[in-house]
């Protein structure tokens, strides 16, 4: 009975008409679904490429990737012929690189375990790399129809609100009680189109903050907005303290060409290309900074020859200041022949054209891109 809402959601039971919330629900979202492109096709493979990049991306930013990556790599074959520095290149400024080398690590799977076809169980999906528990859910009840829930964190919002919960959603106790409760919830016919209903609702109306409530197809079932909670709820473990760090690279040129070096496996950004650098220490000036990280991971002696650029990044818990400086080999040695690799894989000497093929992480990026325009680039060139 919509309206007649008790202290009983707070356990997770739902106290109201459960057929005639998705009714609701489901009315207001054939009414006003954004037109997605990955909302086009069931193609799972399209389903798949879709969610893992919605992961820890906005919808709006995902679609130029969706669009360029499956312009490259239009099925699972494609993307599992692809070597990692094209993938990453396609994949640079989305951040969280790990989903891109998931991506190639699942696309193995399925050529190697499933013959190619995507996979059609909840379960076997769940087995590839890089989908946890919501993603399975989303492609299994997207792709399939499914009757699986996907309780993302818009999902997990709408379930805080509509049940008024006062403890942290953020605790795996409550996301528990939450995914039961999504499992009530879903309309087992239309798995498929609750499940989606529910995450636009989250993106579209129930926002994190000032949740649209007078536009809401469900405020009659909502105890948040009856009890004039919304805009607490959800309740969150403190967040993190942020950290600042500073750092320096340089970038060193031979012979016309450019050096940079790929992360090895194993480190933070493994298998994207950077300029040799690192954090200031403890009383450091940027400059010292930078003949000490290249001296330690190149064995080569250099001195900076004037600074390119200060750019900055944020991640979840780092603010980055990065200080970009051209740089020289001191003692007139020769740095193709005399570098070694301490901290890297591989090394190149790349033009100004070539080093746009690879990915860097996006504080590098962003100085690669700085460096293009800038008009001292060509007489550094020249110089080397
Ligand atoms: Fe969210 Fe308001 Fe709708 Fe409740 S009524 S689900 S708080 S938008």
Redesign the pocket.
């Known amino acids: 009975m919509p309206g007649k809402l008790s202290s009983a959601q707070a356990e997770n039971a739902w106290a109201f008409d459960v057929p005639a919330f998705r009714r609701a629900l489901l009315g207001w979202f054939s009414a006003n679904a954004r037109d997605l492109p990955w909302r086009r096709t069931l193609d799972p493979y399209h389903v798949w490429l879709s969610e893992i990049m919605l992961q820890q991306t906005q919808m709006d930013r995902a679609v130029g990737y969706f669009e360029r990556f499956l312009e490259r790599f239009p099925d699972m074959a494609s993307l599992d012929a692809a070597g990692e520095d094209e993938v990453l290149k396609l994949w640079e400024g989305l951040g969280y690189y790990s989903r891109a080398r998931n991506l190639r690590k699942a696309a193995r799977v399925v050529m190697e375990r499933h013959g190619g076809a995507f996979p059609r169980t909840h379960a076997d999906i769940r087995d590839l790399p890089g989908v946890g528990p919501y993603t399975a859910g989303a492609i299994a009840s997207v792709a399939y129809n499914t009757p699986v829930p996907a309780v993302d964190a818009n999902v997990l919002r ?1 379930f805080a ?2 049940l008024d919960m006062a403890d942290p959603v953020d605790s795996p106790a409550v996301r528990r009680r939450m995914e039961a409760a999504a499992e009530e919830l879903l309309d087992p016919h239309d798995a498929r189109s609750f499940n989606q209903a529910l995450m636009e ?1 989250g993106a579209l ?2 926002a994190p903050r000032k ?3 007078e536009a ?1 197809p ?2 009659e079932f ?1 105890l ?2 009856q009890r004039g909670t ?1 805009e607490a ?1 959800p309740v969150t473990k403190p967040a993190p303290e942020i950290i600042r760090i500073d750092m320096a690279c340089g970038v060193l040129a031979s012979r016309g060409r450019l050096f940079i070096q790929k992360r090895r496996q194993g480190d933070v950004w493994p298998g994207l290309w950077e300029f040799p650098g690192g954090v200031l220490e403890q009383g450091e000036s940027p400059e010292q900074a930078l003949v000490r990280e290249w001296r330690e991971e190149t064995g080569l002696p250099v001195a900076p020859a004037g600074k390119i650029a200060v750019v900055r990044s944020s991640y979840t818990r780092y603010r980055i200041t990065m200080h970009g400086f051209y740089c020289r080999v001191e003692n007139g040695l020769d740095p193709e022949s005399a570098y070694c690799l301490n901290e890297a894989d591989e090394a190149r000497f790349v033009t100004a054209e070539e080093i746009k093929r690879f990915a860097f992480p996006s504080g590098h990026a962003r100085l690669v891109a700085k460096l293009l325009t800038d008009l001292r680039l060509d007489a550094f060139l020249l110089a080397s």
């Open positions: 709408v609100r509509l609702l109306i129930c949740p649209r409530c809401c469900v405020r909502c948040a907005r919304a709820r």
